[in-house]
């Protein structure tokens, strides 16, 4: 196998290791860093009483095949105490004590095989094929994440607890084959090393490429029946799993038999500082119910009895759970790549550089390639040849993001103009001028990059090559050394060969009984007036081009005439709604400015007019019919800006009726519930399009209002859909004003065409987002704004050039606010490699999840939920497994071993695996589904994922006058203090939970009250208040909105408040109450299914 590196020696297991030199090793409870702890066994005699014995309903499986019987039938399930820690159904998500090791009992000789196991009936494990005797002698040795170094400082070691108490959530995936249900949590053990669970600081030369959870060494010789699983209280040693790139660690130095262990190798400190008292005693449990301990995590009351649990023989200490601190954090990657590349700025002179994460803080400098701000891709490294891709199963796709907003600090992309000439192209493919084109002929040709066409250049284009081959006046033409750029775009490029008008918006305002009772209607009125003055302007121009109109509606549509020269506007009612037309032109789109006075006696009068409206029913389909023909008319492209509440069932085109129904859920209908119910709305969507006419919705549905249909029209033209359910005024007028306020300024290219080229040997075979496509290459978009991206994956048409590389080059034809029409290019060059390791040496986690959480939500349009649940897992599991299999160096087929780029995939994927699209809970209403579902499809890579996996900030832990923003935790309920504040947002919600011990002057300062039970839960605002506090956490609040696309609505929640269920939805890491498994059950289960794979 060759992985074009050398794999570094590895002492044979057994033998104590001399401690490394410069590397400090810390001890354990004052005892000497090289002594090594013992392996104490619990009682194993007998039958578990807490076990289910007999298979879930449905479910069987073959008996062992001929041989010894297996070890893993007498072992305590990972995924549940030895003696059933809670009983049965009974979720443990909250506190408990910090478990010390047991000691050997000091008549076992260390390091003599196990007495063989009595009769007991094997323990279920309904997921997938039984295993043969072979595979079960190897059953989980050890769990490994092992890879190659990069220069940067190796992060604290992480510690590994001995994991036969693994609080399981993978058995509740309902119905499903693939992911059947461990018995009572059971979860295949994680590790079987005999040394301590410290981690050895890694030896930096070491040259692979992965992380893996090694076995680490011991005193003694191996055991030799210690192949099943773990025993309770086994250990579970390896490297840091934070490490900048792969590093296979030496085994830690062996310690003498009996030692008993304290704490965790290294600095890493306990869960709880010193300064948290923990929990208190509670009637109910700190967190609900009262329930057994949960492993690593401060001690709330010691010896508090384990109420729920069942009775066993006695044992002195429960064993511990895999430790969550052992497996790989997400918070720990994304710390260290801020630390590591967050200073210099990130150049992308060179092909194939592997950019920043997404949660990086950096600055970017075009030097050829386009910034990962427009273009982030799967892996930078390509495969050459389709065998390879296959056999890897990494998608190769690109998320793109064409008219991404930059940061101050970086310039907008140049503007070059051609003149009537227009842009220069190879005449084959198409390709517009990029740096890497080649000329040749002394510069009176050139060959295309992409398709190795020679062309001529044309006399006006003409320059000399300097003694490199490269023209003279290089760096003075952006198109020859920039990555993004625009060209202004000649009539060729525009409809019907003349150039566009500036484009207009139309506000069309529901006024329905509905929007006058909760006040939308006046609000909207009041805020239009001086919302009307911040359209999107170009550059420097004093005005707006954008023209305005004015629509409102129920059950008829009434439009307005607003032109400058009449005293007061005028209204003519439409009633035939089946067949529309617009019955005026002149007056109707005006300019803002010329029209002010009639277009505000408009907005004053409006609210007034349907003040006593007792009309209930609404269209809906003829308002977008009737926006799209005013556009038409006026003949220019433009947004129409829908205020909707109720679902449409007045007799009227698109006409719906109300279909939800909860009982499809885990059916092969589901799929009903994602799917427009009439055609009739895309055909709309299409001819919407073709006008250039883009769709904003804005929803405020007090009861279902299928989502799923009415957002197929914003869906397919390019537009947003915003949703504010049960609105009302005083409670929701803050978040719908700041989204409605950013939606009209933000800057839009309209009736804009996109392609994607790439150079021979790859070509672009799927695309996903919010745009319309008639053939398949050109992706359609009535408008794209900032926010927007459209994600594309690439398959091989040929085999690819390790020299040559690969290209991508994205070309947008738009129009532009003041109705100029720009082509906008963006450019990159990856790598193509003839070995695996380079390709999982150079993919993006977070760019992959983003692609595979799309590809998920469009395959539940057409397949059943679990099946497009089952794809992804089966995906993810091939992905590790060719990495295990061709890639990591030789080890124990017990290991599990993770691409040092790629170990956060189990965890985002979980989080995907669990979202409300893919396995809802109760309360989740199916509007919901279909709204989150289409906000997903047109995603950027930061959006997803913080998104997916939420940002959880500790208030109180930083100093009160530091300005940075607090260090974020795990989403896991075992991070929270109840003498804590903590802030989680995902991009779309703001929670701020409030512990039950929080400090009284800290509620004084927040809340302005005097004790917790007086702070009001789901409050939506925090009081202004002029102390430190106050001002840091509002302001914290207010960065961490202005980071995100839409509004979040803060919310507050108590400890032990009934909102606390909705707070603890978003802790991704903890066994999920729809049922999906914790982020220790499910590497479990990853690991399960690549053993399977690799067997």
Known sequence: MNVNQSVPPVPPFGQPQPIYPGYHQSSYGGQSGSTAPAIPYGAYNGPVPGYQQTPPQGMSRAPPSSGAPPASTAQAPCGQAAYGQFGQGDVQNGPSSTVQMQRLPGSQPFGSPLAPVGNQPAVLQPYGPPLTSAQVTTQLSGMQISGAVAPAPPSSGLGYGPPTSLASASGSFPNSGLYGSYPQGQAPPLSQAQGHPGIQTPQRSAPSQASSFTPTASGGPRLPSMTGPLLPGQSFGGPSVSQPNHVSSPPPQALPPGTQMTGPLGPLPPMHSPQQPGYQPQQNGSFGPARGPQPNYGSPYPAAPTFGSQPGPPQPLPPKRLDPDAIPSPIQVIEDDRNNRGTEPFVTGVRGQVPPLVTTNFLVKDQGNASPRYIRCTSYNIPCTSDMAKQAQVPLAAVIKPLARLPPEEASPYVVDHGESGPLRCNRCKAYMCPFMQFIEGGRRFQCCFCSCINDVPPQYFQHLDHTGKRVDAYDRPELSLGSYEFLATVDYCKNNKFPS?????????????????????????????????????????????????????????????????????????????????????????????????????????????????????????????????LKAAECAGKLFLFHTSLPIAEAPGKLKNRDDRKLINTDKEKTLFQPQTGAYQTLAKECVAQGCCVDLFLFPNQYVDVATLSVVPQLTGGSVYKYASFQVENDQERFLSDLRRDVQKIVGFDAVMRVRTSTGIRAVDFFGAFYMSNTTDVELAGLDGDKTVTVEFKHDDRLNEESGALLQCALLYTSCAGQRRLRIHNLALNCCTQLADLYRNCETDTLINYMAKFAYRGVLNSPVKAVRDTLITQCAQILACYRKNCASPSSAGQLILPECMKLLPVYLNCVLKSDVLQPGAEVITDDRAYIRQLVTSMDVAETNVFFYPRLLPLTKSPIESTTEPPAVRASEERLSNGDIYLLENGLNLFLWVGASVQQGVVQSLFSVSSFSQITSGLSVLPVLDNPLSKKVRGLIDSLRAQRSRYMKLTVVKQEDKLEMLFKHFLVEDKSLSGGASYVDFLCHMHKEIRQLLS
Not at 552 to 557: D, G, P, S, W
Not at 577 to 592: R, S, T
Not at 607 to 620: I, K, L, Q, S
């Open 502 to 630: 500036p484009p207009a918006f139309i506000f069309m305002i529901d006024v329905s009984y509905n929007a006058i009772r909760t006040g939308l209607v006046r609000l909207l009125c009041e805020e239009l007036k001086s919302l009307l003055d911040f359209l999107p302007r170009e550059g420097g121009a004093e005005e707006s081009a954008i023209r305005v109109g004015f629509v409102t509606y129920n059950k008829v549509l009434h439009f307005y005439n607003v032109k400058n020269s009449l005293a007061q506007p005028q209204m003519m009612v439409v009633s035939d709604v089946a067949d529309m037309f617009v019955p005026l032109l002149d007056g109707f789109l005006v300019n803002v400015n010329e029209s002010r006075a009639v277009i505000t006696s408009l907005l004053d009068q409006i609210p007034e007019m349907f003040a006593d409206t007792r009309e209930t029913e609404t269209v809906f389909v003829p308002v977008v019919q009737a926006g799209m023909e005013a």
